[in-house]
């Protein structure tokens, strides 16, 4: 009897030992699972976050130079001279131009030129294989379609963008689906009057492919909306397009995720965590992006439209890919069981391994977020934050900066004659000779295309800002490629010479003062290119 009392108390301490040191590996296995989950999660969102971002830039750096070449048409010299007699000469000349920028602009449907009545002047298409210009008797008279009634009313200046919605031909929907938007502005002549508008048609399944790929680098799935709700980049389910298909009519978020899309509609951007899983989002104006082809003092620069706009950047997370994470790490849990001791070595390495691994891949997407990929000077959202910042420096302390706005001159016929390739390669180059004479606390800037922006902090006055300025502009006039070279036309302007009423505080800092430098290149320009301008005060 006393050796079972013995026995007895021995499996009595046993099963109260026991499950006392079992919690141990148990809590150390269920702390490690949880914070294992949450820190993907978390690591998760972030790169979503940083996903839509990339997003948004990149229909940006799409849009930006089709409305650029929009605003060079308008002010074509074959224009001119075509408003000052409809000559057969000046309409071939004017669609020799055309064909050219068709060839090298591969995403471009239709350039033309309608005049104030909507009929095709003169009209380029991308064919099948190669561009061609149509002849007289296939122009048509478009005067009743949106893009010419809502363009030919606008201010000079004013870019018309379109709503983003598939091309239709004799009135049915291309197939393959072709997604497009057309950009116009109206054309005056010399005495102020309409003559009519420039039109491009550009094919925009390159900025959708643009946005898809900058979503893949997330785990989420990309999406893209109009206004209305209705998909037009979506995983299959749902299908897109809705909005041009009559059977389509209910197949849009609000019907389908009714307290997600709510919750879009109250808040300009963040996150929502629904049944459904995760949605990032950003409501994103193309308008509030896109220049106009001047600044005007009344306001009226910049894109306009009546519908279609904004679009919802959307990264979607669904919830049965985050419970097959959670799942998977319970079934890790339970398959460690006895040996966790072992194992949390080996689990801690992998841990710290797939951690660092995150961090390095977020600062390589927060790298591609401010930084120029081909030339690796900063971006324009980069430069613009550092303008601010050293413009309230040089508030505190009353000191002068330059802002310089550099446009090469030729590099247009590089690009045309010896490919995109040397046309990066100039680019390269020329970022190089920027960051050579740049100082440690000056930042030089790719603002996009050919144009690039130097700061030059704690100048001394105008001519130590022009002195700069030649020695960049010489220094690029040295440079070749198989023969050619390019110049720089050069726009200079100073805080607080040229904007003496002008606060850094105030919103318009960093972008008058961009944008009065941008206006003194153009002048340099004017002047015949290749030299120095400064602002007027």
Not at 64 to 79: I, T
Request: glycine share 8%.
């Amino acid at each position: 009897m006393a050796d079972m009392g013995k026995h007895g108390t021995t499996w009595r301490s046993f099963f109260l030992l026991y499950p006392l040191l079992a919690l141990v590996p148990v809590a150390i296995v269920t702390g490690y699972s949880l914070w294992s989950f949450t820190d993907r999660l978390e690591a998760v969102k972030r790169s979503e976050r940083i996903a839509v971002d990339l997003e948004r830039e990149a229909v940006t750096a799409q849009l930006q130079p089709v409305a650029k070449d929009v605003c060079v048409l308008a002010q074509q010299n074959e224009l001119a001279t075509l408003l000052l007699g409809a000559t057969t000469e000046a309409r071939l000349a004017m669609a020799s131009e055309y064909l050219a920028l068709a060839r090298n602009s591969h995403n471009y449907d239709q350039i033309r030129y309608l005049d104030e009545s909507g009929q095709e002047i003169v009209r380029v298409n991308q064919g099948a294989s190669e561009s061609l210009i149509v002849s007289g008797p296939d122009l048509q008279n478009k005067s009743g379609r949106p893009y010419f009634t809502e363009s030919l009313p606008l201010q000079s200046g004013q870019v018309y963008l379109s709503p983003l919605d598939l091309n239709i031909e004799h009135g049915q929907i291309e197939t393959p689906y072709k997604p497009m938007i057309r950009l116009a502005t109206p054309v005056e002549d010399s005495a102020g009057r309409k003559r009519g508008v420039i039109v491009i048609n550009l094919l925009a399944q390159g900025i959708l492919d643009q946005v898809q790929a900058a979503g893949d680098l997330s785990p989420g799935q990309v999406m893209m909306l109009n206004d209305q709700g209705y998909w037009l980049i979506t995983p299959n389910p749902p299908p897109g397009w809705g909005f041009m298909f009559p059977e389509r009519a209910k197949i849009r978020m609000p019907e389908l995720y009714p307290e997600v899309w709510a919750h879009m509609n109250q808040n300009h951007s963040g996150m929502i965590h629904s049944a459904q899983g995760i949605f990032t989002y950003d409501h994103y104006n193309p308008l509030d992006h896109i220049d106009g082809c001047s600044e005007r003092p009344d306001g009226l620069d910049g894109a306009i439209s009546t519908t279609g706009y904004p679009w919802v950047l959307v990264s979607h997370l669904p919830q049965s890919v985050i419970n097959g994470w959670r799942h998977a790490l319970i079934v890790r849990a339970v398959l460690i069981g006895v040996p966790v001791l072992v194992l949390l070595a080996i689990g801690t390495r992998s841990t710290l391994l797939v951690v660092a691994e995150r961090r390095r891949h977020r600062e390589h997407l927060e790298a591609l977020a401010r930084f120029d990929a081909l030339t690796g000077l900063a971006n324009r959202a980069t430069f613009e934050e550092a303008l601010r910042e050293e413009l309230q420096r040089s508030e505190r302390h009353q000191r002068r900066l330059a802002v310089l706005y550099l446009d090469l001159d030729g590099f247009k016929e590089i690009n045309d004659t010896q490919g995109h390739k040397r046309g990066d390669e100039v680019l390269i180059e020329v970022a190089q000779v920027l960051k050579t004479c740049c100082r440690a606390t000056d930042l030089a800037a790719r603002h996009g295309g050919d144009e690039f922006a130097l700061m030059l902090a704690e100048v001394a006055d105008a001519n130590a800002a022009t002195a700069v300025a030649e020695k960049i502009r010489l220094a690029i006039g040295q440079l070749s490629w198989d023969g050619l070279g390019v110049g720089a036309s050069i726009g200079i302007a100073l805080w607080p010479d040229h904007c003496p009423d002008q606060s850094p505080d105030q919103s318009p800092g960093p972008s008058l003062l961009l944008h009065l430098a941008d206006e003194a290149m153009y002048h340099a320009k004017s002047d015949g290119k290749n030299r120095i301008r400064l602002a007027n005060a």
